[in-house]
């Protein structure tokens, strides 16, 4: 009999790689399945990016790294980052982790005990409740309002922070919603945060580069009165449709950097050498690629919020940023998980419940719009049908 530690049955899971699995398993059986659940770029990783990566196989770059990224592509991070944000971090401040959920990961870890509590967006990103429980904290969910774009209420949020308020999470553009939290809601915050010099804020910006319709992106780095205790989480997986090539980055407090490159040599060593300096010529080289794939992301939002928001039982809100919506399916008597479901087997269309991004999730359905907008005007049209049936039963 093995036993495992008890922390283990705290983990949750990512249920978007679940419902992969059963749309899989449906299309092994011949079924025609469309597959709006799983949250990457449906582009190919820019040519002169995978190039930069074969380059660097073919000249032998086979060896390990330094644990926190090759200097040549810290320094490309710390110059985007002067660029997209005008701000200067300290290059011995970034470090590069196979992926942006390892920074989440660490910062959780590191900062999270029995006692403390940690403050996460709800509806947002799963694996920051469950890696909040798996360690040992309390998870104090921060709600997220359809009525606000999916913002926050920042005095909401500053009431929520107590003396063993250990860590904020934001998340903006956001995962499931695609809210951008708007620039006075952020300074709000940023005030107040003055007044709980104790708490560090995990701000998950991956998402960044994707924002519409004249939305801005503001970056928690901006603020220099929260400069000692930020944690920014990015990376290349949606900016560079490189989801597997397995990379990001944090910007780390100096006070926190240390124990967080600790963590990299404990658990992974470094970043796979190639990617880094395939990393280099994403973010070195040209920005036509990115900047065409946010274009076609833009357009294909356009049509599936007002598609959807003809549905019957559909009210769907119009995203700053990100490839999701999140419309509110009350209207169709149904509840999100039996939703989620009957769309899989009965119209042949993977969708994420909003109960898989916590409580208040619950009477949405999360859409990725990163399929091709022939995939979404399909889709639309099989839920059209499905629900008309519906109805017609219901009669
Ligand atoms: C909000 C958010 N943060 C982080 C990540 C993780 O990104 P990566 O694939 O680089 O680990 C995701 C991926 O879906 C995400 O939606």
């Known amino acids: 009999m093995l036993t495992t530690a008890a922390r283990m049955g705290q983990l949750g899971t990512e249920s978007a790689f679940e419902v992969l699995a059963r749309a899989k398993a449906l299309e092994a059986e011949g079924r025609s399945i469309i597959n709006l659940g799983i949250g990457q770029p449906d582009f190919a990783t820019p040519a002169h990016i995978v190039e930069a990566g074969r380059k660097a196989l073919a000249d032998g770059h086979h060896g390990y790294t330094p644990a926190n990224g090759i200097l040549p592509l810290r320094e490309a991070v710390v110059a985007d980052l002067h660029r997209r944000h005008g701000v200067t971090v300290p290059v011995d401040q970034v470090l590069v982790v196979p992926g942006g959920k390892v920074t989440m990961f660490f910062s959780i870890m590191m900062l999270g005990e029995p006692g403390a509590e940690i403050i996460y967006p709800n509806p947002g990103f799963p694996i920051y409740e469950s890696v909040i429980r798996f360690s040992g904290a309390t998870p104090v969910p921060m709600p997220l309002y359809e009525a606000k774009g999916f913002s926050f209420n920042a005095d909401e949020v500053l009431a929520k922070i107590t003396p063993r308020t250990r860590l904020l999470i934001l998340n903006s553009p956001a995962n499931p919603t695609g809210g951008a939290v708007p620039r006075s809601e952020l300074d709000t915050l940023a005030a107040g945060l003055e007044r709980h010099p104790h708490v560090a804020i995990l701000s998950d910006e991956i998402y960044g580069e994707m924002v519409y319709d004249g939305n801005e992106h503001v970056s928690l780095l901006t603020y220099p009165e929260l400069k000692d205790r930020v944690i920014l989480l990015d990376g290349w997986s949606k900016t560079y449709a490189m989801t597997g090539w397995r990379m990001g980055y944090g910007v780390w407090p100096k006070a926190l950097f240390a124990g967080a490159e600790r963590l990299a040599i404990n658990c992974h060593s470094c970043v796979n050498a190639a990617t880094q ?47 999701y919506v999140f419309p509110n399916i009350a209207g169709t008597g149904l509840d999100s998980r039996s939703l989620e479901t009957r769309l899989l087997n009965e119209a042949g269309v993977a969708t994420i419940s909003g109960t898989s991004f916590g409580a208040m999730g619950d009477g949405y359905l999360r859409f990725s719009y990163a399929a091709s907008l022939g995939a979404l005007q399909e889709a639309v049209e099989r839920l059209g049908r499905w629900l008309m049936q519906q109805n017609t039963r219901a009669r």
């Open 277 to 323: 300096y395939a990393g280099i010529a994403a973010l070195t080289g040209p920005r036509e690629p990115s900047l065409s794939m946010v274009a076609a992301f833009a357009e294909r939002r356009r049509y599936i919020v007002q598609a959807l928001n003809r549905l019957p039982g559909f009210r769907c809100a119009t995203p700053g940023g990100a490839f």
